[in-house]
T-cell receptor
Framework: NAGVTQTPKFRVLKTGQSMTLLCAQD?????MYWYRQDPGMGLRLIHY???????AKGEVPDGYNVSRLKKQNFLLGLESAAPSQTSVYFC??????????????FGPGTRLTVL | AQTVTQSQPEMSVQEAETVTLSCTYD???????LFWYKQPPSRQMILVIR??????QNATENRFSVNFQKAAKSFSLKISDSQLGDAAMYFC?????????????FGTGTLLAVQP
């Protein structure tokens, strides 16, 4: 049971390049999330998904796209990277809510630098 | 919109002593959850403790406990018998209640140093 994994762990891009970050979970979770972490700002939600084939915007969605074609995978895409997207990106997953909150499990993070 | 505020960017504690990290939040919801996450230098996000707003009893997990003051919208974390391994960034986080898709709203964090 690997939990939540993220690929790659580190990446350096030039301005204007594109890339995709992959998040995979093996816990059969319905919900998945992408956050970014910047110094002094905590983690902020970019996009999230409540099930296969569905996605929704979070707090800071501009410049990113996501897809959830398979339940276990959640992809975050940057079509044209900008220096402002230099950050650490975290993926998380959880069971769907019923009457009680279900813990979010986080991946190890991806450090992205855009030059 | 909900907000979470951590007013202590850095804190320091002596090993074996007790430290309290502060967190305040703002919400108009009556049903919600509050969390403390630990982030060591490895970057891994680790859930330390959680509190359901409908529960009056403060949550406790071993050396970690919270002081939840719902009316004051305050949620502090107390670490007793501090250990060197407690040194980390600590984030307070909020999530809406039932049906809110578990989205987390984080504070800006408190960096805790533990002095030997």
């Amino acid at each position: 049971n690997a939990g939540v994994t993220q690929t790659p762990k580190f990446r350096v891009l030039k301005t204007g390049q594109s890339m995709t970050l992959l998040c995979a979970q093996d816990m059969n979770h319905e919900y998945m999330y992408w956050y970014r972490q910047d110094p002094g700002m905590g983690l902020r939600l970019i996009h999230y998904s409540v099930g296969e084939g569905t996605t929704a915007k979070g707090e800071v969605p501009d410049g990113y796209n996501v897809s959830r074609l398979k339940k276990q995978n959640f992809l975050l895409g940057l079509e044209s990277a900008a220096p402002s997207q230099t950050s650490v990106y975290f993926c998380a997953s959880s069971y769907s809510t019923s009457r009680s909150y279900n813990e979010q499990f986080f991946g190890p993070g991806t450090r992205l630098t855009v030059l | 919109a909900q907000t979470v505020t951590q007013s202590q960017p850095e804190m320091s504690v002596q090993e074996a002593e007790t430290v309290t990290l502060s967190c305040t939040y703002d919400t108009s919801e009556s049903d919600y959850y509050l969390f403390w996450y630990k982030q060591p230098p490895s970057r891994q996000m680790i859930l330390v403790i959680r509190q359901e707003a409908y529960k009056q009893q403060n949550a406790t997990e071993n050396r970690f406990s919270v002081n939840f003051q719902k009316a004051a919208k305050s949620f502090s974390l107390k670490i007793s018998d501090s250990q060197l391994g407690d040194a980390a960034m600590y984030f307070c986080a909020y999530s809406g209640g039932w049906g809110a898709t578990n989205k987390l709203i984080f504070g800006t964090g408190t960096l805790l140093a533990v002095q030997p």
